[in-house]
């Protein structure tokens, strides 16, 4: 037997995937397949598309995970299937809650092992540990999230920095990044296929069925609700329909073609309001983003002058989504990155997108130290901050809908897309927890919702730091004018996602309230008809961020 090839022993093993849809850079996979057969296993979890209210009355609330995530998710999913199938093993995909799942599957497979990787917050941890009270086999549990391994670190994570910058200087140049893992060269399942598993109940099998079914339970949940009432389900309304009708056919087709080989590239620099075609869900295409980025186009050396740009395809990097769900690996990204480095060139920008993904580890690692203190009001500090729940100017926020342009702008970027810059990111989050004075959880969960990268450390973690409860004790605000002027000086990206505000001239884009009624019909923009009047006065409203800092 040549050392290439896998040692297939009669001793199969399962995969549970979770946030690591991918095949490289994946010990657990690598692992199982040295012990033999492997069948990897996703279960989407009904807990994920729950109602959230927070208290607000139930016609503002929304789902945990929105259309754009499940389109991601899906199309993700069926990348991972085709590559595992390409190997010689593949994905069994179901719906429920793998507790109550997976015993049924390893009872039906004969699988010895369940391998995974571990997550690090709390519904996830609790997860992991119903699995491993529900299972009558061994469950071995790997780190593969972070760039940074945690066994690396030269502390306890229970002494974690409270600082970024404390934690950076610990690890920057100190700690070995390992190198990714290779993927598989082949792999094994010869036990039942996917199609003849059964299970107690009427439990639903198949990536496209599966997402569906999520789908129409997110409608019949979300009645007469924000989500459902200003058509954040009916936009793009048939993308999981038509994967759900069109699934065998749109298979046979992807059978025929090699998508790795047939990608596309125009869609890959496509303007950002396109984020179905930009970000189009797998590893295939979150590896042909990092190609793209770093050899094809070498964009990458102009990342740290142009990442806070507004919109642009290539911009900034545009890993997130990938990274979110798995489909690309931080180490991989790094390892990339390095040879580029040695390759081609390196700069202050290949070095800033580690730094980057520096934060990402931090917040991953904050996450697991603090545990469940970064969903409370008062987050890691617990010091909550004199906010309150206002169902009306959250609606306004949520929908674009403040009178503010350039808040408006981002928030209708994500309600359309599922994505918005970190720029806007900053913005719409200090305009809700210290403008509007409204509890920054609603915002990190209505982020949850919609975005396509959605990580549960990254979002927490930089809302809370951009609310005062965070890493960060600063009192820290962004004045929303000045940044619309230095970031979008002409109103282009204003007039991108504010139709109605195209006619208005430079002076006014960002402060319509400023022009008088004639103006107003002369730019054919009416305040309160065509375009809300603003929801507060902005100048007043930093004059009370001001009162309630500590004295």
């Known amino acids: 037997m040549s050392s290439s090839t896998p040692p297939f022993f009669q001793s199969p093993s399962i995969v549970w995937y979770r946030n690591d849809l991918r095949v490289h850079d994946h010990e657990p996979l690598l692992r199982a397949s040295a012990e033999g057969d492997v069948l990897g296993v996703f279960c989407f979890d009904p807990r994920w598309i729950r109602q959230i209210n927070y208290g607000m009355p139930k016609q503002i609330g929304f789902p945990k995970m929105s259309h754009h995530r499940l389109r991601f998710l899906r199309e993700s999913l069926q990348d991972l299937q085709k590559r595992l199938q390409k190997l010689g093993s593949d994905l069994l995909v179901v719906y429920g ?20 990787h ?8 609790d997860a992991e540990q119903a699995v491993t009270d529900a299972l009558p086999i061994p469950i071995k549990r790997y780190e593969g999230g972070s760039m940074l391994h945690p066994d690396d670190l030269p502390f306890e994570i229970s002494r974690l920095p409270n600082g970024f910058t404390s934690f950076r200087k610990k690890v920057e140049d100190k700690v070995e990044i390992r ?18 598993f059964r299970f107690d109940g009427n439990v639903i099998i198949g990536t496209a069925d599966v997402i569906h079914a999520a789908e129409q339970e997110i409608r019949r949940n979300s009645a007469d609700s924000l989500y459902a009432a200003h058509s954040i389900v009916a936009a793009d309304a048939d993308v999981t329909r038509q ?30 309001q396109a984020a179905e075609d930009l970000f189009q869900g797998g590893e295939t295409y979150g590896l042909a983003r990092l190609r793209y980025y770093l050899f094809e186009t070498r964009q990458v050396l102009q990342y740290k002058f142009t990442r806070n740009a507004l919109f642009g395809a290539d911009t900034s990097t545009k890993f997130s989504p990938w990274l979110a769900l798995g489909c690309l690996s931080p180490r991989m990204i790094y390892a990339e ?20 993904l520096l934060w990402r580890d931090f917040f991953r ?24 729940i206002n169902p009306d100017l959250f609606h306004a926020w949520a929908t674009g809908q403040t009178g503010i342009p350039f808040i408006d702008a981002n928030m209708r970027e994500l309600l359309k897309t599922g994505f918005m810059s970190n720029r806007g990111r900053q913005n719409v989050a200090s305009f ?6 409204i509890d920054w959880r609603l915002g990190a969960a209505w982020f949850e919702s919609l975005l396509l990268d959605y990580d549960v450390f990254s979002n927490w973690g930089n809302w809370a730091y951009n609310s005062t409860v965070g890493h960060d004790a600063r009192n820290r605000y962004f004045n929303i004018l000045k940044q619309a002027g230095d970031y979008d000086p002409a109103g282009e990206y204003v007039r991108m996602w504010l139709p109605e505000l195209a006619m208005l001239p430079k002076e006014f884009i960002h402060q319509p309230w400023e022009m008088t009624h004639d103006q107003q019909r002369l730019f054919d923009v009416v305040l309160g008809q065509d375009y809300p009047h603003p ?6 409203s930093y004059g009370a961020i001001h009162r309630r800092q500590p004295r």
Not at 337 to 356: C, D, L, M
């Open 97 to 116: 809650k793998p507790e109550e799942l997976l015993p049924f599957i390893v009872e039906q497979s004969g699988a010895e092992r369940v391998h995974y």
């Open 118 to 125: 571990g997550e690090v917050a709390t519904e996830e941890l």
């Open 179 to 196: 190198p990714p893992k290779p993927a598989p060269k082949a792999l094994r399942w010869e036990g039942k296929a996917i199609q003849e």
């Open 243 to 272: 994967g759900h009708d069109d699934y065998e056919e749109r298979k046979d087709r992807e059978d025929r073609e090699d998508r790795e080989d047939q990608l596309d590239r125009n869609r890959l620099s496509k303007p950002i």
């Open 337 to 356: 990155i390095k040879r580029f480095e040695e390759e081609v060139e390196s700069n202050v920008s290949t070095y800033w997108v580690i730094f980057e």
């Open 365 to 388: 690692f904050s996450a697991i130290r603090h545990g469940r203190k970064i969903f409370l009001k008062g987050g890691i500090r617990q010091n909550p901050p004199p906010s309150h």
């Open 432 to 437: 809700l927890s210290q403008n509007l004075n």
């Open 535 to 540: 929801v507060l006065n902005l100048e007043a």
